[in-house]
Every structure is written in C-alpha cells, then in structure tokens.
C-alpha cells in the first residue's frame, strides 16, 4: 500500500532504464529532490540543491541479471505473498550474510538466499534491499516495482524488507555476502558500500553520523539514538554484521560523510 505522497516528502519521477544505464558504469540522473521523513528533523542536513546529480554505483546488478524466479514471489491465485509497502526512509542499516567466504558464484549465493528467504522464510521476497560481493558487485535486493530507484517507489518511499526484526520499516537493509566475523570485508566491497551509502544519504539528505530517534510507522516501537547508517547489532543483540566489519563503521560513516561534501 503506497503511502500518500506529501510535497515534502515527494521525489522526482524517474525511469530505471535512465537510472540504471548500462550495466557496470556510474550512471547520472540529474534532479533528484530531497526525500524527508517524518522524524527527519534527529539527523543533521545536508545542503541542498534542486539540480544534484546523483551517481548509482558501478558493477550493480538487477534482478533479471542475477537470475530473480519472479514467480517465487506469488501465491497461486497469483497475488503477490507479501505486498508492497512503502514508508520514507530513516535508517540504513548494515549486515552480513554469515555464509561462506571465498564464494566461487555470489550469484548462486544470492539466488539460494532469494529461495530462503521467498520460500523457506515465506517472507515473500530476498530480505535485503542490497547485497554487496566480495569483489563488488552490488546486487539489487527486494523488489519495489520497475519504473524507480531500486528499493523505492516513484515518490522516494522505502519498500519494507525483512533484515532488523521488528524495526524494518523506514530502515534500508544492506548486505556484504560472506563472514565478516573473523575476516574483515575486501577494499571491493567497502568501497562499493561506501558508494552506495553516499547514493542513498545523498537522494535522502541524511548525514550518515547523526543520531536519529527512529520510530516504526506501522506500531509506533521506537530506538533511541540510533545512528542513521548503523550496524544490525545496534538494534538488539545479534553478532551481525560481524565484529571485523562493525569496527570499520566509524571509518565508513566519515568515508561516506567526506563523499557528500564533495
């Protein structure tokens, strides 16, 4: 259920062809506008402009690309098993998969975690709204419709996925594939992130250091002093996303913050 658009909420109109241009170059969409959610006012702005263009990262990967059955995602009367839904982003919320490292095929890796998830899981597509390979690749997560910004629809609102129980709406789910545990992430991936961190901060005019006070728009649970990009185990107590890519958060929110001013 889309939710009704508001002018200070409302992003421009865009088309994923011109977003996404050819597969494995830096596409650049000009006139994006600002994107505010309704709790937008804990996190400190970024200056604004009415004609910022806005770079999608390089090496990203569609659905169709890595291989997405999209029948999985319907019931056999043919409604969709979990129906979209849409709320302005607050959060950006990093993972990892927990799966093996030194990965031969992450697309294989991706489409076994799709049928888990879709299946398994019934929760009626991948859980992700990004996932990041180890040489970095960026793959398109749950699926928000073909005529927008990946994991959004037209206005700019966040579809809801499946990765921060009980704290999903509102909050972007992005994850580095592998054991990030005892094995720190490879410069590919944190730089792919980083890339796609400042797309996503940027479209939104979100400072990726500021403490927010999230709030769930669907049952009103709230997180206290959350920063808006976080890592899983920010919200409850999970090993997510692993203690070696946890201690470079610091670091990859300045990163991220340094993009922006450019």
Known sequence: ????????????????????????????????????????????????????????????????????????????????????????????????TATAND??????????????????????????????????????????????????????????AFHTTGFNSGNLGIALLGDLDARPPTDAAVDALTQLLTVLTRMHRLDPRAQIAYRNPVDGTTKEAITVVSGHRDWYETECPGAQMYGKLDALRRAVSAQLTR
């Open 103 to 160: 990965d031969p095929s992450p697309d294989a890796t991706v489409r076994t975690m799709y049928e888990k998830h879709t299946v398994d899981e019934d929760w009626g597509d991948i859980g992700y709204h990004f996932l990041v390979a180890p040489n970095g690749r960026v793959y398109e997560g749950r699926y928000s419709g073909d005529d927008a910004m990946p994991a959004h629809d037209g206005d700019g609102n966040l579809v809801t």
């Open 1 to 96: 259920m889309t939710q009704p658009r508001s002018r200070s909420s409302q992003i421009s109109r865009i088309s994923r062809r011109a977003l996404l241009g050819a597969l494995g170059t830096a596409v650049v969409v000009p006139g994006l506008s600002a994107c505010s959610s309704a709790h937008s006012k804990h996190a400190a702005r970024l200056p604004d402009s009415a004609h910022r263009t806005v770079r999608l990262v390089r090496n990203f990967v569609p659905r169709a690309e890595w291989g997405a059955d999209e029948s999985k995602r319907f019931k056999e009367d043919g409604t969709e098993s979990s129906q979209p839904k849409f709320f302005p982003l607050q959060a950006l919320t990093v993972h990892h």
